[in-house]
Every structure is written in structure tokens, then in C-alpha cells.
């Protein structure tokens, strides 16, 4: 499991509408918290429920670092900037689909 980030978004004052969201559990990559927070950002204020949202782009568990460049004595390869680029179009879509799916629970409930 990746980090773990919460969003919900405030339904009074001066803040209705814009989410609050932090960082629950942390894990191994900047990167993957930071995509899991914007992901739970949009998704709590296109729902309007409470989010939380696990990211983890990276399939060898390292940290982005270890995997920009093949690092001295590791067997890891280096990761491209398509593999970089297809892990965010996955996220992406993994995004939509999962706004889709609660977006119809909500208007079942409704």
C-alpha cells in the first residue's frame, strides 16, 4: 500500500467547496503522495464526500530517485520518461473511472 491521503470538502463559510486534504500514512515516494493528494483534492469536491485515496505510480516499491537513473551495484533498470508518462495516464484514468462509479452510488442514494 502507498501513502494515504484524506480530502473532504467544507460545506460552511468562506472555505464551501474548496477541499482540505492531508497526509494520513507517508510512504517511500514524494512523488506518489503529492498525485494521491491531488487526486483526493479533485475527487471529494466533484463528490462532495469525505476521500481517501492510497497512490503508488511505482511498481518496484523504490523511491523516485533510485529509479530516475540506474544507481551503482543495483539491478533496477532506469525508468523512462514513457514509463513516467504512462503511470500518470494510468492514474488518470484510474481517476475518472472511480468519479464515474461514485458519482452513480450517489445519485442511487439520492
Do not use: Y
Not at 67 to 75: A, F, I, K, N, P
Not at 77 to 99: F, G, I, N, Y
Amino acid at each position: 500500500m502507498g501513502s494515504l491521503a484524506l480530502s473532504t470538502v467544507s460545506t460552511i463559510g468562506r472555505d464551501k467547496g474548496i477541499p482540505a486534504t492531508t497526509q494520513l500514512l507517508g510512504g517511500s515516494n514524494e512523488e506518489d503522495m503529492i498525485v494521491g493528494q491531488q487526486i483526493s483534492a479533485r475527487l471529494a469536491k466533484k463528490i462532495g464526500w469525505p476521500i481517501f485515496i492510497s497512490c503508488s505510480l511505482n511498481s518496484s516499491g523504490g523511491s523516485s530517485n533510485d529509479l530516475r537513473g540506474e544507481q551503482e551495484g543495483s539491478d533496477l533498470p532506469a525508468m523512462s520518461d514513457a514509463d513516467d508518462s504512462m503511470q500518470h495516464h494510468a492514474a488518470a484514468l484510474a481517476e475518472k473511472e472511480v468519479a464515474r462509479i461514485l458519482l452513480h452510488e450517489k445519485s442511487i442514494i439520492s
